[in-house]
């Protein structure tokens, strides 16, 4: 399952599409890089850029489980790309704190589903730090990664999409990108953003994304969602690995004579409301897709408030596919992922409505 996801990231035009806003990407070629390549070409950037600078958290200083920090500590030392205690509640404070010096803090999660012991720092610390002093002080300077989600065989505990959680925060930044060239610009866009961001990496396409990815410095602007396949049948939005089945759905769609239009949201908190409320107004159709359950998923608000914005432009119920509403399963993994054929499903019946 994860090669034929990692054959179709390779084949699918819209993983080789973006903008950035130092310089345009969209038309230039690069080096062909796989997603933790392109994460660890940022990270090598980010502190070649900026002495301020570091770089932390579980094993990072090897170059970390998923070897995304592979060659840093060699090559800008111990003193700033270093290993921490198994505590991410501790990595995290660190980070602010670092952060409110003035500094650059890149903080790694080694799973995202490990990130909820540091939820009261993250949320009651680094979202409200400036809030609470009247924008004297910030941390503005913390970037948090985590892998999230599916990976084949990571269960329960290694396979989680949390994303949700932090979308109802007033005070950070939640951004996911779908491609190597995606992640490397919008990860620099994070770092550099003078807000707390935390940077959901999906970790399926680790290896199994490779696209063309400019070797300069460039940025990817934050909370600009992107129509990376027109259409005017349905609207449909996603973000991170999910995008890749949706737009097998798209194809497959296509043949029946649905045109789709493909959205990735990448920013998730603040998100693009005006790319996907135009959208819709076009198609009269909605459907949302993610990883994580249903209930309470991000696709709820999606939801909500493109019925407030286009409810009489609404031609059929807005759909969402979406993750079961149990603990991510191990091998029953198939029957609890949005696949393909159930999106496919919903496109047909959200049409024909």
Not at 135 to 164: D, K, M, W
């Amino acid at each position: 399952m994860a090669a034929l996801l990692g054959r179709s990231c390779r084949k699918l035009g819209f993983l080789s599409s973006g903008h950035g806003a130092r310089r345009s990407v969209s038309t230039e070629t690069g080096k062909s890089l796989n997603l933790y390549s392109a994460i660890n070409q940022a990270l090598h950037i980010a502190l070649d850029s900026d002495p301020r600078s570091y770089v932390f958290g579980e094993d990072v200083g090897f170059g970390g489980v998923f070897r995304c920090t592979t060659g840093l500590a060699e090559r800008f030392g111990k003193n700033r790309v270093f290993n921490t205690p198994l505590c991410e509640q501790g990595i995290v404070g660190f980070g602010i704190g670092l952060a409110a010096m003035g500094n650059r803090a890149i903080v790694e999660i080694q799973f995202a589903d490990y990130i909820y012991p540091a939820f009261d720092q993250i949320v009651n610390e680094a979202a409200k730090f400036r809030y609470r002093s009247g924008n004297q002080f910030n941390c503005g300077g913390l970037t948090i990664r985590a892998p999230y989600g599916a990976v084949g065989h990571g269960g329960h505990y290694h396979s989680q999409s949390p994303e949700a959680f932090f979308c109802h925060v007033p005070g950070i930044k939640v951004v996911i990108p779908r491609s190597p060239r995606e992640a490397k610009g919008l990860l620099l866009s994070c770092i550099r953003d003078p807000n707390p961001v935390v940077f959901f990496e999906p970790k399926w396409l680790y290896r199994q994304a490779v696209e063309e990815v400019p070797e300069h410095d460039y940025m990817i602007p934050l909370s600009e969602a992107e129509v990376i396949r027109e259409g005017n049948d349905i609207t449909l939005v996603g973000w991170g690995a999910q995008l890749t089945i949706m737009e097998q759905a798209c194809l497959e769609a296509e043949k029946e004579g649905i045109s789709c239009e493909l959205i990735d949201l990448k920013t998730l908190l603040p998100w693009d409301k005006e790319t996907v409320e135009a959208s819709v107004k076009k198609t009269g159709r909605l459907l949302i897709s993610h990883e994580a359950p249903i209930t309470g998923g991000f696709g709820a608000e999606i939801s909500a408030t493109i019925l407030e914005r286009c409810f009489l432009k609404l031609e059929a119920p807005v759909t969402r596919v979406c993750g079961l509403d149990t603990p991510f399963p191990l091998v029953f993994e198939p029957f609890y992922m949005p696949t393909k054929n159930k999106i496919l499903d919903a496109i047909k019946t959200t049409v024909n409505y």
